[in-house]
């Protein structure tokens, strides 16, 4: 049965971190390409980071660079995203994807559940 299950979240003062896990069963995460999404209350969904696969190049929101990390552990069949320096305006539920090329069959996509992160003192 595949999973992709979301973990990490929490409360946590500004300036904190947290790292967020999308931990992957059911499937080999080394092949697809990975992008951690974020929705606030009202707000629309945003891209935060991604990795792509093969390969592993990197991209980040301009909200975000410098302060978060993706990455992604093969042998834990697990991806993550590091987050320091947080922001209040952080705060939102927070979800990977993984996305893997099908050729001419197309894509095929898992997408964890969330996981909630808020920042506040």
């Known amino acids: 049965q595949v999973h992709l299950v979301d973990s990490g979240g929490g409360l946590v003062q500004p300036g904190g971190s947290l790292r967020l896990s999308c931990a992957a069963s059911?499937?080999?995460?080394?092949?697809?390409?990975i992008t951690w999404y974020r929705q606030a209350p009202g707000k629309e969904r945003e891209m935060v980071a991604s990795?792509?696969?093969?390969?592993?190049?990197?991209n980040y929101a301009d909200s975000v660079k410098g302060r978060f990390t993706i990455s992604k552990d093969n042998f834990k069949n697990t991806a993550y995203l590091q987050m320091n320096s947080l922001k209040p305006e952080d705060t939102a539920v927070y979800y990977c994807?993984?996305?893997?090329?099908?050729?001419?069959?197309?894509?095929?996509?898992?997408r964890g559940q969330g996981t909630q992160v808020t920042v506040s003192s």
């Open positions: 994807s993984a996305r893997t090329s099908l050729g001419t069959m197309g894509s095929r996509t898992y």
């Open positions: 990795i792509t696969s093969p390969g592993g190049s990197t």
């Open positions: 059911g499937f080999t995460l080394s092949a697809y390409a």
